[in-house]
């Protein structure tokens, strides 16, 4: 009998441990592992493109650009000439039915045109109804444009904004009278594009 009370008695000493254990402990609430995941650092691949396009930027400024050569698969484009900047046309401003497989092209930063504005861009909607950006170039700006365009009819040019390609075309006829206009952009784009000229040129 005495065996079976201090059996009893240690097993209520052990319950009344794993209690007080239970009540002490702190469940961690999922939203704060869900704020701890979310401040983690990103990859170092997210990170490094960043980094890439704010360097691009920095680098190269909103232009009419020649393009050198062109690919899917970046590291077919290498070397690089210390002049040339590899930047990626992912079709970003267009719409939808007017997207292409992404690639990626080699621009010289000696062979453009700088966009050197004479007003604002205008924004308005073409024959179709689709919106459109109209740029028309600083006077001095006008004959070097249509120097370069007569001087590549036939070549690819891209136009770059931010850093960023926004069309490319073919030269046909070379451009008179210092007037680009971005088409087949949607709203989004064109009103991105529109901003970031507006901002640029109020800098």
């Given amino acids: 009998m005495k065996k079976l009370l201090i059996s009893l008695a240690i097993s209520l000493t052990i319950l009344n441990c794993v209690i007080a254990n239970a009540q002490d402990s702190k469940v961690v609430p999922e939203s704060t592992t869900t704020n701890f995941v979310s401040k983690l650092p990103r990859s170092t691949s997210d990170v490094q493109q960043d980094q890439t396009k704010s360097q691009i930027r920095t680098l190269i400024p909103d232009g009419l650009y020649l393009i050198q050569r062109e690919a899917v698969a970046p590291n077919s484009l290498e070397p690089l000439k210390d002049s040339e900047i590899l930047l990626i046309n992912d079709y970003e401003f267009l719409s939808p039915e007017e997207r292409g497989k992404t690639s990626h092209i080699v621009v010289d930063k000696n062979a453009f045109i700088p966009l050197v504005l004479k007003d604002d861009p205008v924004k308005n909607m073409d024959a179709e109804g689709k919106p459109k950006l109209s740029i028309a170039l600083a006077e001095e700006q006008v004959e070097p444009l249509e120097k370069f365009t007569r ?53």
């Fill in 151 to 203: 001087d590549n009819v036939m070549k690819n040019v891209a136009i770059v904004i931010g850093g960023k390609v926004v069309t490319m075309h073919k030269i046909r006829v070379p451009i008179i009278g210092g007037k680009i206009q971005i088409t087949r952009c949607t709203d989004h784009g064109c009103e991105a594009l529109y901003t970031e000229l507006i901002k640029r040129d109020s800098k």
